[in-house]
């Protein structure tokens, strides 16, 4: 099945953890009409997180969740997402990790975007790692969100060149550039199974 852009479109919501450059690439993209989602909401971990100033600036609905009482707090969000009739849930550097259930509950409908080659530095401090490894490339990933961390199905990746005075700080930018690209590409991939 094909999706024409406008017509029919999903609803999709955004879990952010901190600055939100892939949120504010995605809406823009959605409502651009490049992407046939329409970002209807946005959840955060953190009160503080940089990227919660998008959902003011494009007048999205904001949900703010601790994870204090993962359970608890996972249950209000499934409600939240049933009666927002959510379809699709990207994970942009969002720092908690979904239960089993609450993965179950939205198998197929879940992605997120890492910093690194998967299944190549799982986890945290990638950039360090890297660097630290001499490797050659390191790039970006999105994949499906399945029970254990970073390791569900590679939907996209993009290879990114490591440079000789290359610092921790340069190589996540060049990163990023990439992950704001192959995020919604990603998207537009998998939308005929959503
Ligand atoms: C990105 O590098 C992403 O791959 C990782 O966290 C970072 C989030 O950046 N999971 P931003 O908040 O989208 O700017």
Redesign the pocket.
């Known amino acids: 099945m094909v999706r024409s852009i406008g017509s029919d479109r999903i609803n999709a919501g955004v879990f ?10 995605l809406i823009k993209f959605s409502l651009n009409k490049k992407l046939p989602i329409n970002i209807n909401l946005i959840f955060s971990d953190k009160y503080n997180a ?2 919660l100033r998008f959902a003011k600036k494009y007048k999205i609905k904001k949900k703010i969740y601790l994870f204090k009482n993962k359970m608890n707090d996972e249950k209000k969000i499934l409600k939240v997402l049933k009666k927002n009739k959510i379809k699709l849930i990207c ?4 720092m908690k990790i979904l239960s089993k259930n609450f993965i179950k509950k939205f198998d197929g409908k879940i992605i ?4 690194s080659l998967l299944p190549k530095y799982k986890g945290l401090k990638t950039h360090e790692r890297v660097l630290q490894n001499k490797e050659k490339f390191s790039g ?1 990933t999105v994949h499906y969100v399945n029970s254990k961390l970073d390791s569900g199905k590679i939907i996209l990746q993009k290879k990114v060149k490591i440079r000789k005075n290359d610092t921790v700080d340069k190589l ?1 930018k060049r ?2 550039k990439q ?1 704001h690209k192959i995020f919604p590409e990603a998207i537009k991939k998998i939308m005929p199974n959503l």
């Not at 997120?112 to 910093?115: A, F, M, T």
Request: glycine share 16%; hydrophobic share 30%.
């Open positions: 952010i953890s901190g600055t939100g450059s892939n949120l504010e690439n940089k990227g994970l942009a550097g969002f997120n975007i890492h910093p970006c996540s990163i990023l992950e």
